[in-house]
């Protein structure tokens, strides 16, 4: 093999390694409690989110931790925020077009279809959403806001620096999702899926924990998503 051939072949493998990012999700042995209070997370926390479409450094920083036990998946968001937007809100109230928030995107087949979108303000208002269908292949954008998640429990909390989200989204509720083709995960299961961040204020800007290299969908670009293992 030539030599050029040869650091060509291995500068593609590098920069593949590069772009794909698994994020841990770590199992926890008991249940934690949503308050906005994050005292019970001992997991460490993702970031700083970063501009979804550039990659550019956020003028205010977002961590995310991700856990999980045998019958929920949890997330908490750190948001750095010295202008929260937003106001409590009746529950799927389009706070995304508004309001400071937090979100996940969760695809556990990872086909792109048929995936999860939960989005909670600073003031526990949320929304969880359906994505049936985004791109012309599957017939074009079709979402279903009437989704509910069973047993979902979204708190926030303002803080001196910003405002903490928890969340918890009960296994269980997920299986009934129609071509969903869920299975509640195991240690080594991956989940397709990406947390973002929506900061209104003095400068508009969309986060995200793994950005990405195009802006067909705005977020909405499951091709893109990050990788979510499970861990012990």
């Known amino acids: ?18 772009n794909a990012q698994t994020f841990p999700v770590y199992k926890v042995k008991s249940e934690i409690t949503i308050d906005g209070n994050l005292s019970d997370w001992k997991n ?10 550039t990659s550019g450094k956020a003028t205010q920083e977002t961590f995310v931790s991700l856990s999980w036990n045998d019958e929920n ?3 908490a968001y750190k948001c750095q925020d010295s ?8 529950k799927d109230s389009k706070i995304f077009e508004t309001d400071d928030l937090a979100e996940i995107f969760l695809d556990p087949d990872g086909d792109g ?20 269908c985004i791109s012309p292949e599957c017939g074009g954008w079709n979402m279903a806001m009437d989704f509910d998640i069973k047993g979902i429990k979204a708190i926030s909390k303002t803080t001196t620096e910003g405002y903490i ?5 009960p296994f269980s509720s997920l299986e009934k999702i129609e071509n969903g083709h869920f299975a509640k995960p195991k240690a080594g299961t991956k989940w397709k899926g990406n947390a973002f961040r929506i900061d209104y204020g003095n400068t508009t800007e969309y986060l995200a924990l793994q950005p990405y290299k195009s802006a067909v969908f705005g977020f909405h670009q499951p091709k893109e ?7 012990e």
Do not use: R, W
């Open 113 to 132: 279809k048929n995936y999860l979108e939960v989005g909670v303000n600073a003031f526990s208002t949320y929304y969880d959403v359906l994505l049936k």
């Open 83 to 90: 202008q929260i937007l937003g106001s409590q809100q009746k």
């Open 44 to 53: 460490p926390f993702l970031g700083p989110f970063l501009i979804h479409n």
């Open 165 to 169: 989200v928890e969340i918890k989204i």
């Open 1 to 18: 093999m030539k030599p050029k051939f040869l650091f060509s072949i291995c500068l593609l493998i590098s920069i593949l390694k590069l």
């Open 73 to 75: 998946l949890y997330l």
């Open 225 to 231: 998503f990050a990788v979510f293992e499970f861990v």
